[in-house]
């Protein structure tokens, strides 16, 4: 697998795991509970897609 193709698929996962995230983060508020966990999961998960993203920028 070239170096691309391992950068797109963990694009793909951080992505995947993003959403999955900001869902449990709107059912967590809808019933009020304690959000800064998951707040702070996708602060670091938006750091690694831009990370992520700039080194496919260099392919491109």
Known sequence: MTKKAELEQQLDELK????RIQGDLDKLEFVKGRV???EEQ???LEGEIAAV???????N
Request: glycine share 0%; hydrophobic share 35%.
């Open 16 to 19: 995947s795991d993003y959403a």
């Open 36 to 38: 800064s966990s998951a």
């Open 42 to 44: 996708l602060v670091r």
């Open 53 to 59: 993203r700039k080194e496919l920028e260099q392919f």
